[in-house]
C-alpha cells in the first residue's frame, strides 16, 4: 500500500512558479510510475504529467509542455512538479497517484488529497 501527501500550492501570480512535492509512504514507491493531475471547479479531471518508476521516461499534457517539469527522487520517495509561467488556467486542485503503466492517462489504485493552486493577479 502506498499513501500519498502533496504540498507546495497555493496563491501565485500568472507567470510565477510553484514547485509541487508528493511524498509517498511505503517501500513500493519506486517501483510505481507517477503522475500528477488536475481538477479545476466544474470541469473534468486533467492528466498533467507522468514518469516512470526510474525517472527516465516522462510525458506531459499538451497545455503544459514546455512550462511544467515532473522529476522524483527515490530515495527520498518523493515525485515533484516544477510549474513554470503559470497561467489563470492553470488553476486547480493537483494530486498525485500511482499509475498502472507511464503510458496511462488515468491514475491507478493510489492518490493523494491533492493541493490547490490559484493563478491570480
Known amino acids: 500500500q502506498v499513501q500519498l501527501v502533496e504540498s507546495g500550492g497555493g496563491l501565485v501570480q500568472p507567470g510565477g512558479s510553484l514547485r509541487l512535492s508528493c511524498a509517498a509512504s511505503?517501500?513500493?514507491?519506486?517501483?510505481?510510475?507517477m503522475g500528477w493531475f488536475r481538477q479545476a471547479p466544474g470541469k473534468e479531471r486533467e492528466f498533467v504529467a507522468a514518469?516512470?518508476?526510474?525517472?527516465?521516461?516522462?510525458s506531459y499534457a499538451r497545455s503544459v509542455k514546455g512550462r511544467f517539469t515532473i522529476s522524483r527522487d527515490n530515495g527520498e520517495n518523493t515525485v515533484f512538479l516544477q510549474m513554470n509561467s503559470l497561467k489563470p488556467d492553470d488553476t486547480a486542485v493537483y494530486f498525485c497517484?500511482?499509475?498502472?503503466?507511464?503510458?496511462?492517462?488515468?491514475?491507478?489504485?493510489?492518490r493523494g488529497q491533492g493541493t490547490q493552486v490559484t493563478v491570480s493577479s
Open positions: 497517484a500511482t499509475l498502472p503503466w507511464v503510458g496511462s492517462s488515468d491514475p491507478g489504485n493510489y
Open positions: 511505503g517501500s513500493s514507491f519506486r517501483t510505481y510510475a
Open positions: 514518469i516512470n518508476s526510474s525517472g527516465g521516461t516522462t
